[in-house]
């Protein structure tokens, strides 16, 4: 049978007239052509195009948990597709090294001809944070300047609409906060937690006191510690204390979300959490290799210009690590192993909700 569409060739498909004569050198424009600007170059434009299939990738979730009901299968696809942007991200990381095999002297014979641009404004990045949902608040500003003043008015724009969009943050919060299963008319889970947690730290804090190997200067750091301990635990389950957490900033998660963030991660095994946990891990994936890039992205421009003003007329590495520190956007995910318990102390759940968070044919099965 003949097919419909007419055929196709590759170089035109790829449209590589136009991909492989977009590298134009501003060396080559000056008559003192720099034998490494090439690479560079094309280690930039690389960066972008992976950035472009991150957006694509992360529009795509994110349209899925728009909707007041989360349809689950959605749930496995966007697991996929973050999984590709952590694999993605691997090959990010490692195109550092690719820009390392340029070395400092290299790099300076065509540095100037760069002035003012710089990887700051990069607009895709910039967008990423945003569809994320990386909070202005903590955002690291360029000499005091916000973010998006430092790009064409054109991305300018685009960056303050994206702003205003719902974030895959929000999203995940909303989704979160409407997870059944936290409290059902038999079984109030999280007075059982409570009791289990109670006795883990008196069972932390007995093995302090009694540890004969302590001086007693240790034994009163090591108390000190386990108060704290406990008050993370009080935040987490007087709702008082943790909203006035959010209100100082240090939790962005509304209460219920984190409570079933939590108990997500609590009872993973059971088959119908599997898929939510996977996905809860891939954000916190997401936002690791993003830090481990910045980090990495700052010694690489501390090993090639060292403590030089950026091109961009940053601080160089320095605004690099700030901004490997501060940008984190699941901060509160990455902060759930602190009230996490043994699975020997967790609350044994009823019959009829392990039904519930079964497979459907093995329930069946069990009737």
């Known amino acids: 049978m003949k097919k419909p569409f007419p055929p196709v060739y590759y170089a035109d498909y790829l449209k590589l007239d136009s991909l492989l004569t977009s590298q134009k050198p501003k060396s080559d424009e000056y008559g003192d052509p720099a034998h490494d600007e090439m690479l560079f170059i094309i280690v930039h434009q690389a960066y972008e195009l992976w950035f472009k299939q991150i957006l694509h990738e992360l529009g795509s979730v994110s349209e899925m948990f728009l909707k007041d009901n989360v349809d689950e299968r959605n749930i496995g696809v966007a697991v996929a597709r973050l999984r590709r942007i952590t694999v993605i991200q691997k090959l990010l990381i490692d195109q550092l090294g690719v820009i390392e095999t340029m070395t400092p002297l290299d790099f300076l014979e065509f540095r100037d001809y760069l002035i003012p641009a710089s990887g700051f404004q990069s607009i895709q990045f910039r967008l990423i944070e945003n569809k994320l949902g990386l909070n202005f608040d903590n955002r690291v500003k360029l000499n005091n300047m916000n973010y998006y003043t430092l790009v064409s ?28 299963f936290l409290n059902t008319d038999h079984f109030d889970f999280w007075k059982y937690y409570e009791g289990a947690v109670g006795v883990m730290l008196e069972n932390e804090k007995s093995i302090i006191v009694n540890n004969p190997s302590l001086t007693d200067e240790k034994r009163e750091k090591q108390l000190a510690m386990f108060a704290s301990t406990v008050e993370n635990f009080e935040a987490l389950l007087d709702e008082k204390k943790y909203e006035a957490l959010i209100t100082e900033g240090q939790r962005r998660l509304s209460h219920r979300s ?23 891990t891939y954000l916190v994936d997401i936002d ?4 481990t890039w910045r980090y990495k992205h700052a010694l690489m421009v501390h090993r090639i210009i060292g403590a030089k003003v950026g091109t961009g007329g940053s601080s160089g590495h320095e605004y690099l690590l700030k901004t490997a520190e501060k940008h984190k956007v699941f901060k509160d995910l990455f902060d759930l192993p602190t009230y996490l318990i043994p699975r020997s102390e967790l609350p044994a759940l009823p019959e009829e909700l392990k039904k519930n968070l079964g497979f459907y044919y093995t329930a069946t099965l069990n009737n």
């Not at 969009?165 to 979160?176: A, F, T």
């Not at 409570?259 to 809860?280: G, K, M, S, T, V």
């Not at 690791?288 to 830090?291: V, Y």
């Open 288 to 291: 690791e290799n993003f830090t």
């Open 153 to 180: 008015d054109e991305h300018q724009k685009m960056l303050l609409e994206s702003q205003n969009e719902v974030s895959i943050y929000e999203s995940i919060d909303k989704w979160l906060s409407r997870i059944p």
């Open 258 to 280: 984190m409570l079933a963030a939590l108990f997500i991660n609590l009872y993973r095994d059971e088959p119908i959490l599997h898929l939510p946990y996977r996905f809860l």
